[in-house]
């Protein structure tokens, strides 16, 4: 439904609140209808509550986010900021009664640029969009999210996402230059450079990455690029053990070596894989490497990964000869979230993140924790920056198994911490890992977070019941 003043469902909070909106945006910018409102309730996460949003609202310019954020002040009207909804935490689940404000009609990539080597894009861009566009300059934005397809690069900001690349070419928050935010009161500031170096003041740019809109609005944002590498070339090795497979990593990354992708696929995933896609990927192994580089000969490189793997104790090493061969390697790889959601009907994707030298400890961990609660997971891990996803597969339509599974999700948050990691290395916090967050920066770290947080939004109406 295109709200009107007429149509709009009223009484005198929403009507106050649906009038004012319509003083500064186009009738099709906002939304009322509950069916249609309600799809705009939550993100891709389980196990997160969501509330009913008064309206949804799609502003195209940064004026109108700022009338938004002004009307929201001025009636005290909780504001939830949304991108594509890939996520995978509940950062962007609506409250009861809020205003979500979705950038997704913000989409247009302002400037390519070169020389300087940046583009300027605003929230609403998907990030392969951004992608091939900069390829075309000869220039590539390394940060890959596995949802690349589909998910904003304001959704990446907010979230600090990272991907496969991340080995080498690091997350989001190294490439974010500088930002143009909205605050909660409808100011518009501006954080961060144009150039290469920059050091004036606190950098409150790299504040703003990773708060799941909980402190402004990103409106603009400046974003570093890179010269465009040549095409990578893939290895796969087999593994009869998680542990031994681990050991590869860490003597590849002692080795000194920095391969554009390294991830691991347990036995739980293959098998998975295999029964979805039939890619004939061995029964046998108990863990998948797959390696690659993107230098001026891979081939090379490859080859001294392998060897690494054999003396590991790699049963098999394949490299690949060329780039279409390396695309069906990686393949398997893309698919594992897909086949594990197969396996029961339901999965519940965590976000740990481990010191590579402890890699192993947190496999065996993980089916040791697997066993105790009777659950099928699977283990996908970007394994060259130890950020691990186990992917617990259960039936939600049974009661006790989803019991399982929620209690199996925090037996693996705590060994995380347990084991010297993170809750998170690119999901966010959200409304998931709350009560884990408190628990990895302690009391003092919560109560300095709150106070930033009163700074930039003081009356707590920006994406409220998140993080803390």
């Known amino acids: 439904m295109i709200m009107s003043r007429i149509e709009a469902p009223r009484d005198e909070a929403t009507g106050n609140l649906f009038d004012r909106l319509l003083d500064g945006l186009p009738a099709d910018a906002v939304l009322t209808d509950p069916d249609v409102t309600a799809s705009y309730a939550h993100d891709m996460a389980g196990f997160c509550p969501a509330g009913a949003p ?9 004026e109108q986010v700022q009338h938004v954020m002004r009307t929201a002040t001025e009636l005290r009207i909780p504001v939830v900021p949304q991108g594509a909804r890939t996520g995978l935490s509940g950062g962007a689940n609506a409250s009861d009664g809020c205003v979500v404000l979705s950038l997704t009609r913000m989409d247009r990539i302002l400037e390519i640029n070169p020389v300087d080597r940046i583009a300027v894009v605003e929230p609403g861009v998907i990030n392969a969009t951004l992608s091939r566009a ?16 589909m998910c904003t690069i304001g959704g990446n900001i907010g979230t600090a996402s990272g991907g496969l690349c991340c080995v080498k070419y690091g997350v989001t928050a190294e490439y974010v230059l500088g930002l143009d935010v909205v605050l909660a009161d409808g100011r518009l500031m501006s954080t961060g450079r ?27 944002a400046t974003l570093a690029l890179k010269p465009q590498p040549p095409e990578q070339l893939v290895l796969v090795a087999e593994f009869a053990s998680g542990a031994a ?13 920095v391969p554009s992708l390294l991830e691991l696929m347990d036995r739980t995933t293959v098998k998975a894989v295999n029964d979805l896609a039939h890619m004939g990927l061995p029964e046998s192994t108990e863990a998948l490497l797959l390696a690659a580089f993107d230098t001026a000969d891979p081939a090379a490189d490859l080859a001294a990964l392998g060897a690494l793997c054999e003396a590991a104790g790699a049963t098999q090493v394949v490299p690949a000869d060329d780039a279409a061969e390396s695309e069906l390697l990686l393949q398997a790889r893309r698919l594992s979230l897909t086949a594990l959601e197969a396996v029961k ?52 339509a049974d009661p006790e198994e989803s019991r399982r599974a929620r209690e199996s999700f925090d037996d693996i948050m705590a060994l995380g911490l347990e084991l010297g990691g993170t809750i998170t290395g690119e ?27 009163q700074v930039f939004d003081p009356l707590g109406i920006l994406n409220p019941g998140k993080l803390f």
């Open 54 to 62: 008064a309206a949804v609202v799609l502003p195209r310019t940064v």
């Open 134 to 149: 900069v390829g075309e300059h000869g220039l590539c934005y390394p940060p890959d999210p596995s949802s690349w397809e």
């Open 194 to 220: 144009r150039t290469a170096k920059g050091v004036a003041g606190y950098d409150l740019t790299r504040l703003f990455v990773g708060s799941e809109g909980s402190l402004g609005i990103v409106v603009r």
């Open 245 to 257: 497979a681990c050991d590869a990593v860490c003597r590849v990354m002692a080795g000194g070596h």
């Open 345 to 396: 009907g339901t999965t519940m994707i965590d976000d740990v993140c481990v010191p590579r030298s402890r890699l192993g400890e947190m496999l065996d961990g993980i089916d040791r924790i697997a066993e105790k609660h009777q659950l099928t997971i699977g283990v996908v891990a970007h394994a060259g920056d130890g950020n691990t996803h186990p992917t617990v597969c259960f039936d939600a």
């Open 427 to 453: 999901h966010g916090v959200g409304v998931l890992k709350k009560e884990w967050l408190a628990r990895e920066i302690g009391p003092v770290g919560v109560e300095l977070q709150r106070q930033i947080k």
